[in-house]
């Protein structure tokens, strides 16, 4: 199963579980319709406004936040904090910059940046 059909079953420990043994998933994206996100009546104007008329294609998030689900949302803004923060880390290594750090506040070693 992947992750936007578990998000549609409001099931928290599905998400989780795929979460964990494929982080790929998180990249997901599916078409918007009235089943994957909706946007509440007395909100529609205001989401016009800020987010625009037309959604095309939608996270996994996107799809938690559209159905309510805000422990799930807040699952994957975790999942994909954690990725970020590996995937700097991993980039910070590979380029051989893991021992730079900041001395004092406000001041790199040179070739950071």
């Known amino acids: 199963m992947s992750l936007i059909p578990a998000i549609l079953s409001s099931s928290p420990t599905q998400v989780r579980t795929l ?8 990249s997901e994206i599916t078409r918007a319709t009235p089943e994957t996100f909706h946007i509440p009546t007395e909100c529609e ?5 800020f987010l625009g008329a037309y959604f095309g294609q939608i996270s996994p998030l996107m799809v ?12 994957v803004c975790k999942a994909h904090c954690s990725n970020n923060k590996d ?5 910070s290594e590979k380029e051989g910059q893991a021992d730079s ?11 950071i940046l």
């Not at 979460?19 to 998180?26: D, K, M």
């Not at 995937?87 to 980039?91: F, T, W």
């Open 87 to 91: 995937a700097s880390r991993r980039a």
């Open 64 to 75: 938690a936040i559209g159905k309510g689900e805000e422990g799930i949302g807040g699952d």
């Open 19 to 26: 979460i964990a043994e494929n982080r790929n998933c998180l």
């Open 101 to 111: 750090v900041i001395k004092t506040p406000g001041t790199y070693e040179a070739g």
């Open 45 to 49: 104007t205001d989401a016009y406004k």
